[in-house]
């Protein structure tokens, strides 16, 4: 705990003050959520504002939101969501690229796709999210799933359920793997299913419930979401932040 740049208990030191950007960080990092949520409604503008270049160095980044997806704090990313689509100077806040020295570009999105954290996935896509977002490799959150169900067999599962999330936004699918796997069919027909596979490859159309779910939640308002999720008059087992 002496180490952490939080205490400062040496003799002689001077006291630490962060603003409530940094410590919005630290909320996050240590899932303080109410007082996350104080530092949010209180300074909705300087909570969200780049903190200081000792956390981060690219000016145009979402590093809260990042953090909040990193640390898989769902109801910190829940409020950070919100207070964005309040500001209109925020609007385009979820898509912002990460860090280009620690996460190449990534947006949130990339971020929860690579870590299979299929809650943020559905959250940060109902939210506003692209999916077609690329990052500086030119990969978009597809991408980086696809590559992971190709090149571990950790939690598959969860990497699949991100994967039916983000094909629900996608009604026109483009990424840059579609090369790879039209030259390899039969290891990503083994990956995929025979079914995924001719659907990303483009040989066949989507099924109807993947049709239907993909125009339904394009209805669906950004900011209102996931509360406009729950109002929807289908299954509870049909809507995606509802399946385990």
């Known amino acids: 705990m002496r180490n952490m740049e939080t205490f400062h208990w040496e003799e002689g030191s001077r006291q630490q003050t962060y603003t409530p950007s940094e410590a ?3 909320a996050i990092v240590h899932d303080h959520r109410a007082y996350a949520q104080y530092l949010l409604n209180q ?3 300087g909570a969200l504002a780049m903190p200081g270049e000792n956390f981060c160095c690219c000016p145009s ?18 409020l950070i969501l919100q207070v964005a689509h309040r500001m209109p100077t925020l609007r385009s ?3 912002r690229g990460g860090c280009n ?16 954290h299929s809650e943020a996935v559905i959250m940060l896509l109902g939210s506003g999210a692209s999916p077609q977002a690329e990052d500086h490799n030119g990969m ?7 590559k992971q169900l190709r090149t571990s067999k950790v939690n598959t599962s969860a990497k699949k359920l991100c994967l039916e999330r983000l094909l629900m936004f996608m009604p026109e699918v483009r990424f840059k793997m579609k090369s790879s ?11 995929l299913g025979d079914e995924k596979f001719n659907y990303l490859v483009g040989r066949i159309p989507g099924t109807l419930f993947l049709i239907a779910m993909q125009r339904i939640l394009s209805q669906l308002p950004p900011h209102e979401f996931p509360k406009s999720l729950d109002k929807l008059p289908i299954p509870a087992s049909l809507k995606p932040l509802m399946q385990t």
């Open 24 to 26: 919005l960080l630290y």
């Open 43 to 45: 300074f909705s503008d």
């Open 61 to 78: 980044s979402a590093p809260h939101l990042a953090m909040a997806v990193r640390y898989d704090r769902k109801d910190i990313m829940a």
């Open 93 to 95: 806040y979820m898509n």
């Open 101 to 116: 020295h620690m996460e190449d570009g990534k947006t949130p999105l990339h971020l929860a796709c690579e870590l299979s």
């Open 140 to 146: 978009t959150p597809l991408d980086l799933i696809l």
């Open 181 to 191: 796997l039209e030259n390899d069919p039969q290891c990503w027909s083994k990956v």
